[in-house]
């Protein structure tokens, strides 16, 4: 099992450009979730699913946008970036249970 | 109001003491989980602990305690031997709800307390 895995791990990008941030669970979990974490603080949810099909917005969805259209697989776009948006994004998976499982983190830079 | 507070941003213990790390948490749901990650620098984040509010002892995990006291709505973490490959950053973070259909799940986390473990 690889777990919870995350591309690309690191990115930098000029203000105004677009990317995609790809997640990917092989544990067959229902819930998926995107955070970020910028220097000194916790991690603050973005946008969650929970199940295939569907999303919604967590504590700070302002500029991001994301989808679920396979059950392994959240993505997380960033349609026009801004330097406000430099930071960590962890992308984390659960089951019915009650531990969430991290990806090692996406680094990314915006000038 | 914050939900999950952490007032202590550093820390120190001497290798082979035992340490603790302060969390208080609100909440006015009857339901909840409590968790402890570990973030060492390599930037992962490392589940620790779990503590489920109607969990009536506290929760164990080799040399990882939480000293759960629910009418002060507290959950500390307590590091006992600390070695120095415990030197990282501790996050306390919050799950509300029982978790039944609907329910995201999602965790509130602390802003964090950076341990340091001298040799």
């Known amino acids: 099992n690889a777990g919870v895995t995350q591309t690309p791990k690191f990115r930098v990008l000029k203000t105004g450009q677009s990317m995609t941030l790809l997640c990917a669970q092989d544990m067959n979990h229902e819930y998926m979730y995107w955070y970020r974490q910028d220097p000194g603080m916790g991690l603050r949810l973005i946008h969650y699913s929970v199940g295939e099909g569907t999303t919604a917005k967590g504590e700070v969805p302002d500029g991001y946008n994301v989808s679920r259209l396979k059950k392994q697989n959240f993505l997380l776009g960033l349609e026009s970036a801004a330097p406000s948006q430099t930071s960590v994004y962890f992308c984390a998976s659960a089951d019915r249970l009650y531990e969430q499982y991290f990806g090692p983190g996406t680094r990314l830079t915006v000038t | 109001a914050q939900k999950i507070t952490q007032t202590q941003p550093g820390m120190f213990v001497q290798e082979k003491e035992a340490v603790t790390l302060d969390c208080t948490y609100d909440?006015?749901?009857?339901?909840?989980?409590l968790f402890w990650y570990k973030q060492p620098s390599s930037g992962e984040m490392i589940f620790l602990i779990y503590?489920?509010?109607?969990?009536?002892q506290n929760a164990t995990e080799g040399r990882y305690s939480l000293n759960f006291q629910k009418a002060r709505k507290s959950a500390n973490l307590v590091i006992s031997a600390s070695q120095l490959g415990d030197s990282a950053m501790y996050f306390c973070?919050?799950?509300?709800?029982?978790?039944?259909?609907?329910?995201?799940?999602?965790?509130?986390f602390g802003s964090g307390t950076q341990l340091t473990v001298l040799p």
């Open positions: 503590q489920g509010s109607y969990d009536q």
């Open positions: 909440t006015s749901d009857p339901s909840y989980g």
């Open positions: 973070a919050m799950r509300e709800g029982r978790g039944s259909s609907g329910s995201a799940r999602q965790l509130t």
